[in-house]
C-alpha cells in the first residue's frame, strides 16, 4: 500500500457527485486489497450537471448518474459499500446540507478513525460543491481523528501545468490492472463522457482532452491536516440560549446534581471546561473563590458576559473578581489554565472532542491536579447520539474514567443522564 494509506484499515471517499471518486482516485480504489474496508459517499445525485438539457429532466439526470456511480464502484471497488446521499446539487454550502453530510461521514469513521483515511474532494479545487464536500470531511476527519487525504478533479483541466500550492503532494503509482479498470468505469459514466444528444444543452461535459490527465500512471493526493471553525458561534448567534440550560428542567435539575454531587464544600481554584451561556458558572462561582471558565465560542462568552455582568479574560478581556470567563480551545491552549486548579467540570462537551482530543484534555487534567490532596474531576452528559460527533455520554465517561488516573468517588446513571466524580 502507498505510502499516505500507510496502516490504514478503512477508506470512505467523498465524492461531489457522481464520477468524482473514478476522476480522482477510481485507480487506487482499483488497487485496494479486500483486506481494507471501503465506503463511497456520494454527496449529490449530479442531477444539475447540464440545467439547459432539452432531453433530460434533473429527475432523470440523477437516475442515469447514480446507475453510473453504482456500475462504477461495482467494477473498481466490488467490496464496496455505496453510499448516495442525495443532496442537493450546487447547495452543499447550505449550512443544513453540509451539516447533514458532516454527520454521514462522522457516522461511517465512527468512534475510532486512527485507522480510517478521508479521501475527499479538494479544497481549491474550483468548484464550490468539491470544495464544500472537502470542507465537510475536515470536519469530520477533526471529529474523528482520521486521516485527511484530498483529490484534485477540476484543478488539472481549469489550471494546466500549475502545480497544487501543497506542500504534502503524494504521486500513487497504479498497476496496469488498475489503470484498465479505472478507464473501463470512466467510460460507464455515460452522461458525462458523451453527448446526451446532438440538441444544444446536452453537450459533452468531459471531452476526450481531459479524460487523457485521468488515464495516467498514478493517482495525486493531497495530505492536509484535519480541522473546523468552532460550530458553536453560529449556533449562539442563531440562539441566545440554544440548549435551554436556563429554562428545561432537565438542565436545571442536573446543576442541582452536579452541585450536590462535589465532595468539597469549597474549592480554590476551579476549572470549567466548556462554559456555554454561563449557567453552570454562576452556580459553581458561589463553590470556590476562583473559578475560571473557558470555551471556544466568542458569541457564547458574550451571552455568558451579558447574563452575568461579567468582563472576560483573552481577547478583549481583562479577568476580574471570581469568574474569569475566558475563550480557548481546549486542550490545545492549556496555557489559560491556572496551575493551581483543584476541581476540573467536564459538563455536556466531552463528546464535541474526537476521541483523541478528549484523551489529551484527561491527561492534561491529570498532569495539572498531580499532588493536590483535594482534586476533583466532575463529568456529565447526556447519554444519547450526538448528530454529527462519534462519541456518546458513556463513551466520554469511560475514556475519563482510563485516562484520570484518581479514584471514582460517584456515578450516577439514569436513562439521560450520567454524572461521575473521580476524586482524591
Known amino acids: 500500500m ?59 439526470l440523477a437516475a ?21 446521499l442525495g443532496l442537493p446539487d450546487g447547495g452543499l454550502a447550505e449550512p443544513e446540507v453540509r451539516a447533514r453530510l458532516v454527520a454521514s461521514l462522522v ?10 483515511a478521508l479521501l475527499s474532494t479538494y479544497r481549491h479545487d474550483g468548484h464550490p460543491d468539491h470544495e464544500e464536500a472537502a470542507r465537510a470531511a475536515a470536519s469530520a476527519a477533526w471529529r474523528t ?4 487525504l484530498q483529490y484534485p478533479v477540476w484543478w488539472w483541466p481549469w489550471r494546466p501545468g ?60 493531497v495530505e492536509v491536516a484535519p480541522g473546523e471553525e ?66 471556544e465560542a466568542a458569541e457564547a462568552l458574550r451571552r455568558a458576559r451579558e447574563a452575568a455582568g461579567v468582563p472576560g479574560r483573552g481577547p478583549g478581556g481583562g479577568g476580574r473578581g471570581q469568574v474569569e470567563l475566558t475563550r480557548a480551545r481546549l486542550p490545545e491552549e492549556w496555557h489559560v489554565v491556572p496551575e ?17 482530543r478528549l484523551r489529551t484534555l484527561a491527561r492534561r487534567v491529570r498532569g495539572t491536579l498531580e499532588g493536590r490532596s483535594r482534586a476533583t474531576v466532575l463529568a456529565c452528559h447526556w447519554r444519547h447520539e450526538i448528530v454529527g460527533w462519534p462519541l456518546r455520554g458513556d463513551d466520554v465517561h469511560a475514556l475519563l474514567e482510563e485516562e484520570l488516573g484518581l479514584p471514582r468517588r460517584s456515578c450516577l446513571v439514569e436513562d439521560d443522564v450520567v454524572l461521575t466524580v473521580w476524586s482524591r
Open 2 to 60: 502507498s505510502a499516505p494509506l500507510d496502516g490504514v484499515l478503512h477508506v470512505v471517499v467523498v465524492a461531489a457527485h457522481p464520477d468524482d471518486e473514478t476522476l480522482g482516485v477510481g485507480g487506487l480504489l482499483a488497487d485496494l486489497g479486500p483486506d481494507v474496508t471501503v465506503d463511497v459517499v456520494v454527496a449529490t445525485d449530479g442531477e444539475a450537471s447540464h440545467p439547459r438539457s432539452p432531453t433530460h429532466t434533473p429527475e432523470q
Open 64 to 84: 442515469r448518474r447514480r446507475a453510473e456511480v453504482d456500475d462504477a464502484v461495482r467494477l473498481l471497488a466490488p467490496h464496496a459499500l455505496l453510499h448516495l
Open 107 to 116: 457516522r461511517l469513521v465512527g468512534p475510532d478513525g486512527t485507522r480510517t
Open 145 to 148: 481523528d482520521a486521516r485527511l
Open 162 to 221: 500549475e502545480p497544487l500550492p501543497e506542500e504534502r503532494v503524494h504521486r500513487i503509482p497504479l498497476s496496469g490492472a488498475a489503470r484498465a479498470r479505472k478507464a473501463r468505469a470512466l467510460a460507464g459514466h455515460v452522461s458525462q463522457v458523451e453527448p446526451l444528444s446532438d440538441q444544444p444543452g446536452d453537450e459533452v461535459l468531459l471531452p476526450q482532452d481531459v479524460l487523457a490527465h485521468f488515464r495516467g500512471p498514478h493517482e495525486v493526493v
Open 230 to 295: 468552532s460550530p458553536f458561534d453560529g449556533l449562539h448567534r442563531d440562539d441566545a440560549d440554544p440548549w435551554d440550560v436556563r429554562g428545561a428542567w432537565y438542565e436545571r435539575r442536573k446543576r442541582a446534581l452536579t452541585l450536590a454531587a462535589l465532595p468539597h464544600e469549597r474549592y480554590g481554584v476551579a476549572l470549567e471546561v466548556g462554559c456555554s451561556v454561563g449557567a453552570l458558572a454562576a452556580d459553581l462561582a458561589a463553590r470556590c473563590d476562583r473559578l475560571v471558565a473557558v470555551d
Open 340 to 356: 493551581d486548579v483543584e476541581l476540573v467540570v467536564v459538563s455536556e462537551v466531552g463528546y464535541f472532542l474526537s476521541p483523541n
